[in-house]
C-alpha cells in the first residue's frame, strides 16, 4: 500500500479540514444547545458555501452532482468530517443516506433513480433505512416478523420497526420485509421503497437515546407500518435479495463509520493533549500533562489511533482490490477494534478534562453519550469477534502446530 496522498487528495483534505475548523466547529455550542430542527438554516448556508467550494458530495456519482471519489479517498475525507458530528451532514455524504444512495445506484430502476437518487444525493430530500425490529435481534435478522404481501401491483407491509434513524423528516424508507416467507432464509425479506407520506407508515416515536430523543436528521424513529401500500414497482433489486443487498451496503458502510469513529478520535486526542499542556494542578505551576499517568493515555491513544487507522486503510483497499466479501475478515476486525478505540480515546479525553469533560462545554460528552452504539449497531462487537474467531479456528482444525 502506499500512503502517499495524491495532489488532489491533498487539495480536497486541506480544505475540508479549513472548513471545518473554521466554519463548523464554531457552529457546536448551538448545536449542543439547540434543537436540529432550528440548526437546519444554518446548516443550509454552510452546505451552501460547500456546493461553491465544489465540495459537496464527496462519495456519491459525478452523473448525480457528487464528487465521485473512490472508498480510499472517501475513506480520508470521512476522517477530516468526523472530527465534528455536523461534518458528514454539511459535506452531504452522511449515514444513512450514504448508504442509501449506493444502493439506489447500483440497484434502482431508471424511474426510482429518477425520483429519489437525484434529490437524494443533491440533499433536497432524506431518508431512512428500516430493517432493525423491536422484539426480534437486529443481531441476527432473518428473525423478521414486518411482512409485505404481494396484492395485485402493490405490496402490503405490515410490521414494528424501530432504530429507523433519521425517520423524522424522512422522504422515504428503505424498508426490509419478508416477501417469500417460504425460501431459505438469507432469500426471504426484500428492500422495498416506503415515501414516508404512505398512509400506513406511522413515525409513532424518536427514541429516548441516552436522554436524548433529538429531532429531524438527529434521531432515531420508531415506525409502525400498519397495511402501509405501495405499488411493487418499488422494490428495490430482485425480490428475495434483501440480504444481499444488505451486505454490500454494509462493506464500504463501516469503512466510512471507522474512519469517521477515527476523525473524532483525533479531535479528543487534540483536545485532550491541550488539556493537559495547559491544566495547571500544583501552585508551583505544574501542569496535567507533567503526569506520566496522563502521559501514558496519551502515548496509548497514538498508538491506537494509528493502528486502527492502517487496519481501516488496509480494510478499504482491500475491498477496492479484492471486493467486500474478500476482506470480510478485515471488515471485521476493524469494526470492533475502531469502536473499542474510540471509546477508549474518547472516555480518557473526557477524564483529562475532569468535571468540565462532563459539561456540555466540549465536545466530548457528545462524543461519549452518542458513540458508545458504535459497539452496537452495523454488527455488535461480539457478532463480529464471533466471525473472526469461526474463521480463525477453522484453519486450525486437524492442523499440526508445534
Ligand atoms: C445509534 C443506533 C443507530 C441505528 N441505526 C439503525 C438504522 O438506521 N436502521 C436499522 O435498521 N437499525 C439501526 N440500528 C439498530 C442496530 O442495527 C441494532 O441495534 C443491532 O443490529 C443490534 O441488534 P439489537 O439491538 O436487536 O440487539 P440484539 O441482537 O438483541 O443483541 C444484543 C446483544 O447481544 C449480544 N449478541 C448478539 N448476538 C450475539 C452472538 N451471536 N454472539 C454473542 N453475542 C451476541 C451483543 O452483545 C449484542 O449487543 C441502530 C442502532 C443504534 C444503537
Known sequence: MDFTLSDKMQAIIGMMREFVDKELIPLEPEFLDRDFGEMVPFLEEKRAIVRQMELWAPNHPKEYG????????????????????????????QAPDAGNIEILHRYGTEAQKGQWLAPL??????????????????????????????????????????YSTAADGAALAIVMAVTNPEAPPHLRASMIIVPTDTPGFNLVRNISIMGHAGSGYFSHGEILYQSCRVPVANLLGPEGWGFVIAQERLGPGRIHHCMRWLGICSRAFDLMCKRAQERVITPDGKTLATRQIIQAWIAESAAEIQAARLMTLHAAWKIETLGAKEAREEISLIKFYVADVLQRVVDRALQVHGGLGMTDDTILAFFYRHERAARIYDGADEVHKVAVARRILKEYAGRTVR
Open 66 to 93: 457528487g464528487m465521485g471519489l473512490d472508498l480510499m479517498e472517501h475513506a480520508l475525507v470521512s476522517e477530516v468530517l468526523g472530527r465534528t458530528p455536523i461534518g458528514h451532514y454539511v459535506f452531504g455524504c
Open 121 to 162: 444525493v443533491a440533499g433536497r430530500i432524506r431518508s431512512c433505512f428500516s430493517m432493525t425490529e423491536v422484539d426480534l435481534p437486529g443481531s441476527n435478522p432473518v428473525m423478521m416478523d414486518t411482512t409485505a404481501v404481494c396484492e395485485g401491483d402493490q405490496y402490503v407491509i405490515n410490521g414494528q420497526k424501530w
